[in-house]
């Protein structure tokens, strides 16, 4: 599985976007796909994932009520929608697959993953 995001930006805080992850391969349908998101100086953390079939979610306790994850299999993409967005939001923001679904908010969970995409909220 190859994984492109796209679609950070500068925002100011309370402003919305959306980010996209296209993915390829056979086994995209097939995969649980997650966000996860790496601040200057911190570890990489979870925001959300979705399981294959667009069924369960996960999201991080920071961003419910406020992020929602989404997948088209049909397009072979996964989209992360980011609303009431918070300074404390920015972030390198990375897409990520694995057939596995042990521990989906791991990253070392993840094999494949996107190149990331830089989400910056202005106070």
């Known amino acids: 599985v190859q994984l492109q995001a796209s679609g950070g930006g500068l925002v100011q805080a309370g402003d919305s976007l959306r980010l996209s992850c296209a993915g390829s391969?056979?086994?995209?349908?097939?995969?649980?796909m997650g966000w996860f998101r790496q601040a200057p100086g911190k570890e990489r953390e979870i925001v959300a994932a979705?399981?294959?079939?667009?069924?369960?979610?996960y999201y991080a306790d920071s961003v419910k009520g406020r992020f929602t994850i989404s997948r088209d299999n049909a397009k072979n993409m996964v989209y992360l929608q980011m609303n009431s967005l918070k300074p404390e939001d920015t972030a390198v923001y990375y897409c990520a697959a694995t057939s596995l679904g042990t521990n989906i908010n791991l990253p070392n969970e993840y094999r494949y993953w996107g190149q990331g995409t830089l989400v910056t909220v202005s106070s």
């Open positions: 391969g056979r086994t995209f349908s097939s995969s649980i």
């Open positions: 979705i399981m294959s079939r667009a069924g369960n979610t």
